[in-house]
């Protein structure tokens, strides 16, 4: 009879250990060694020591879920929310937030000492209020057969299902005071099986709420969202799923940054944290040391975050952006403020620049707000305008680290870094770094 091999299936070993916690990584992961492996342990933090059982065990590292817990460290802390343990929006309400901050800021120090092959310092942490400070946030709706009621929440980590949310404090107060009426309005439609989500955003003239609905709604639908609207001064859109927002108000939403006032409509991008953006881009200002005769390009520049304030300082700043509406809204925005110094143009920063209409321009200064993927497309034509300054403001530490590399070859030199907490209690690291041109460069 003939016999066939047959792999061994590989499982997951439910071996428990006992370590002690080192440090914590940028996601808020605890950090232990055990004979010369690297093991993340969700939910620990530096100090304690831990009874773990590892969840999956590869060659280089592991990850691990502690059993229990044999001491406490100081720094860990009572989550304010009572969804903190199931909801995947927030990683590290257990953390006190000098830690998050402190771990985010090594990490980032980590990595880009590692790029420029020599020590770099975090300078400075940029933050605001830890609590109440996310003035937009999206809510899934999923209608529950068996209970016959409608869920309204974020995702849990790693998983489609819904976690029912009846609070959250890193939303602002007047977004999360809407959440359980919000519910009950919704519940109470025709539709109410076919909804998608919810977006509420916080501009300065009031709350917004963009709802996603899968299906034409009934009249008696659109008057109690109305109804809804009036209550509580909020600007509604509906989202037929067709990219065009039906306004209900006629209102137009705002915000203020630097004496501007600037419109925006409810699907552009806007920073979730104003505290910490308003900070930002003054940092931004103040490092690239704007004289009026400047001649500044503002790179992946949105609805004009950073190009606009520019506009104030400098004789000329052209903001560059791939996505159409925002370079409309932009240039409106430089109307409103009667900023005739600003132009704005519209590139995918991943293609060729050289022969773009803006790009044969002298720059004297350049700033850079790329996406998780980074700068890489646009570097070389960085280095080849050979600006006296430029800042790079990064979402992702990995695309930052690698692009600063690309001006460090060039022989700049990295002279500022600060981490911006942007996002408390997430795993989310972002920050700023101010490169100038050396003296040999000419």
């Known amino acids: 009879m003939a016999q066939f091999y047959a792999a061994k299936q590989r499982t997951t070993p439910q071996q428990r250990i006992t370590v002690t916690i080192d440090e914590l990584d940028p996601f808020g992961q605890g950090v232990a060694r ?5 093991i993340f342990v969700s939910g620990a933090l530096p100090g304690e020591q831990a009874e773990i059982m590892l969840t999956e065990d590869k060659r280089q590292f592991a990850r691990a879920k502690v059993t229990r817990l044999l ?3 100081p720094a860990r802390v009572t ?30 120090s980590r990595m880009l000492s590692q ?4 020590p770099v310092a975090v300078d400075e942490v940029i933050a605001g209020e830890p609590w109440g400070y996310r003035r937009r946030a999206r809510l899934g709706l999923q209608w529950q057969n068996k209970q016959q009621r409608l869920q309204m929440g974020f995702r849990q980590e790693a998983s489609n299902d819904l976690v029912d949310i009846q ?7 007047e977004l999360e005071a809407l959440i359980i009426p919000l519910r009950h309005c919704l519940s109470g439609l025709h539709a109410v099986r076919r909804l998608g989500h919810v977006e509420l955003v916080q501009a300065d003239n009031g709350p917004l709420m963009i709802l996603r609905h899968l299906d034409a709604l009934q009249a008696d639908d659109r008057e109690k969202l109305e109804q809804f609207s009036h209550k509580h001064q909020l600007m509604l859109f509906l989202d037929a799923g067709d990219e065009k927002l039906t306004p209900l108000t ?21 920073q979730v944290n104003d505290a910490v953006n308003q900070q930002m881009v003054a940092q931004a200002i103040d490092w690239l040391d704007l004289q009026p005769e400047d001649q500044v390009l503002d790179l992946f520049c949105g609805m004009g975050n950073f190009t606009l304030p520019i506009g104030i300082f400098v004789q000329n700043v ?3 952006e791939g996505i159409a509406a925002l370079v409309r809204q932009a240039a409106y925005n430089a109307e409103l403020n009667n900023l005739k110094n600003v132009r704005f143009f519209q590139h995918n920063l991943e293609e060729e620049v050289s022969r773009q209409p803006w790009a044969a321009q002298g720059f004297n200064k350049v700033l850079l707000d790329p996406a998780r993927a980074g700068a890489a497309g646009v570097m070389a034509h960085v280095v080849k305008l050979a600006p006296e300054r430029v800042v790079y403001v990064s979402c992702n530490p990995t695309t930052l680290a690698r692009d600063s590399q690309t001006l460090l070859s060039a022989g700049y030199q990295l002279e500022r870094v600060a981490m911006l907490d942007m996002f408390p209690h997430t795993r989310h690291l972002e920050s700023m770094v101010l490169f100038k041109k050396t003296e040999a460069m000419g």
């Open 250 to 270: 006629a209102a137009t939403p705002f915000y203020h940054s630097h004496q501007l006032k600037l419109t925006f409509s409810p699907q552009d991008f806007i």
């Open 167 to 173: 609070q959250c404090p890193i939303l602002m107060p």
């Open 71 to 73: 001491n406490r460290s």
């Open 115 to 118: 790029a420029a092959q020599q």
């Open 318 to 320: 052209v903001g560059v």
């Open 79 to 108: 989550p304010r929310c009572p969804h903190f343990e199931r909801c995947g929006g927030c990683q590290q309400q257990h953390v006190e937030v000098a830690l998050q901050q402190q771990s985010k800021a090594q990490a980032l």
């Open 34 to 38: 055990h004979k010369g492996k690297t």
